[in-house]
């Protein structure tokens, strides 16, 4: 059974840079099959993409974040990270880390989510 | 604004069939597969239906989702109360809005 667990701080404050982790278990991130993702939703709000990586380090990332975005991968650790900068307080959300059918808007396990607050 | 159109709402008595619409375009759902997600309140979403009308292991057969040109729908037979929940559907998107669009979700009520 795959299991993903998001590490990082719950406050951030504005202007700074959010930093979470996504723990991979059960599974490898080294894998050709999936890709490894990030998903935020805002209290009260609905799903939005983030962007995914591939093993061999190729991202792809939601347009509209892409300038402030950046998803790593540790194959070594067999986890994968998201970097957010400049954030305000529109990026307070929760952070879900997914696994990602290559090519596809399918996610087939999920994280349990990480509230990340943007407040000073 | 979300890329696919849901309604923001949808509601039923137990044991009704209910219907939640989802709306996009050539680009997304026009040229791939829908995937619908069920998030019941405070926990992660979970996988419901891909590839437009597939269910993974353990979801039950009320659950059912067909697509037609650039829209999809998601059917819910015999409801039950704990099938009140947000639902999002999603898709692969071509344009320079993706690679992938969610829907803006669906409360979901049972009465």
């Known amino acids: 059974q795959v299991q993903l667990q998001e590490s990082g701080p719950g406050l951030v404050k504005p202007s700074e840079t959010l930093s979470l982790t996504c723990n991979v278990s059960g599974g490898s991130v080294s894998s050709d099959s999936y890709y490894w993702s990030w998903i935020r939703q805002p209290p009260g709000r609905g799903l939005e993409w983030i962007g995914y990586i591939y093993y061999t380090g190729s991202t792809n990332y939601n347009p509209s974040l892409k300038s402030r975005v950046t998803i790593s991968i540790d194959t070594s650790k067999n986890q994968f990270s998201l970097k957010l900068s400049s954030v305000t307080a529109a990026d307070t959300a929760v952070y879900y880390c997914a696994r990602q059918l290559a090519a596809a808007a399918h996610f087939d396990y999920w994280g349990q989510g990480t509230l990340v607050t943007v407040s000073s | 604004q979300s890329v696919l159109t849901q309604p923001p709402s949808a509601s039923g008595t137990p044991g009704q069939r209910v219907t939640i619409s989802c709306s996009g375009s050539?680009?997304?759902?026009?040229?791939?597969?829908v995937y619908w997600y069920q998030q019941l309140p405070g926990t992660a979403p979970k996988l419901l239906i891909y590839?437009?009308?597939q269910r993974p292991s353990g979801v039950p057969d009320r659950f059912s989702g067909s697509k037609s040109g650039t829209s999809a729908s998601l059917a819910i037979s015999g409801l039950r109360s704990e099938d009140e929940a947000d639902y999002y559907c999603?898709?692969?998107?071509?344009?320079?809005?993706?690679?992938?669009?969610f829907g803006g979700g669906t409360k979901l009520t049972v009465l």
């Open positions: 050539s680009s997304n759902i026009g040229s791939n597969y």
């Open positions: 590839r437009n009308n």
């Open positions: 999603a898709a692969w998107d071509d344009s320079l809005s993706g690679p992938v669009v």
